[in-house]
């Protein structure tokens, strides 16, 4: 069974709309962390936030939020105001426990804003 | 940035060949990765480091070797390469402290024709 699926291959998003990206996860462990990265064009991966199993609140950074339900496993990704820029593939993994911080990674979202 | 660096950047071979791709960091990282990413699969990891000599292995590691030597260098040995080892390869290091946030290299592109 999957793990980590990201279950939009493909969006568009018209610029200054807000987009949510769907993440749903697979554990038994009590203890795991939620990361989203993005990879613009160009290739490089950009890590984005983060979100521990036991954070009561909801992560921001910036633009970026993440909206965890912790029963439903799912740790959508909310970009608020789209930018251009924003365009990119996004990526949600999980690292289960702490024994050796292996991340286990999503298939991705390729996400393009429209003008 | 957490200064790393993958050399080469894009390396064409042959089937059969032996290949190695270097991973450099210079901030004294204790954990380090290498992963593969193919379309479709995401990133999958091949081997990871938690230590000089210290060494394990990941969810694709068939076809691969690694070695690390020195805290700041992480190589990726294909021993003989083969048409499905045609991927990107990113290395990764994991920030210190929690939560313990990968960063990555820029990638190297391998094509084996």
């Known amino acids: 069974a999957q793990k980590i699926t990201q279950t939009q291959p493909g969006m568009f998003v018209q610029e200054k709309e807000a987009v949510t990206l769907d993440c749903t996860y697979d554990t038994s462990d009590q203890s795991y962390g939620l990361f989203w990265y993005k990879q613009p064009s160009s290739g490089e991966m950009i890590f984005l936030i983060y979100q521990g199993s036991y954070d009561e609140q909801n992560a921001t950074e910036g633009r970026y939020s993440l909206n965890f339900q912790k029963a439903r496993k799912s740790a959508n990704l909310v970009i608020s105001a789209s930018q251009l820029g924003d365009s990119a593939m996004y990526f949600c993994?999980?690292?289960?426990?702490?024994?050796?911080?292996?991340?286990?990674w999503g298939a991705g979202t390729k996400l393009i804003i429209k003008p | 940035d957490a200064g790393i660096t993958q050399s080469p950047r894009h390396k064409v071979t042959e089937t059969g060949t032996p290949v190695t791709l270097r991973c450099h960091q210079t901030e004294n990282h204790r954990y380090m990765y290498w992963y593969r990413q193919d379309p479709g699969h995401g990133l999958r990891l091949i081997h990871y480091s938690y230590g000089v000599k210290d060494t394990d292995k990941g969810e694709v590691s068939d076809g691969y070797s690694v070695s690390r030597s020195k805290t700041e260098d992480f190589l990726l040995t294909l021993e003989s390469a083969t048409s499905s080892q045609t991927s990107v390869y990113f290395c990764?290091?994991?920030?210190?402290?929690?939560?313990?946030?990968?960063?990555f290299g820029p990638g190297t592109r391998l094509t084996v024709t």
């Open positions: 990764a290091i994991k920030e210190t402290g929690d939560p313990g946030e990968q960063y």
């Open positions: 993994a999980m690292r289960e426990g702490w024994s050796n911080y292996q991340l286990i």
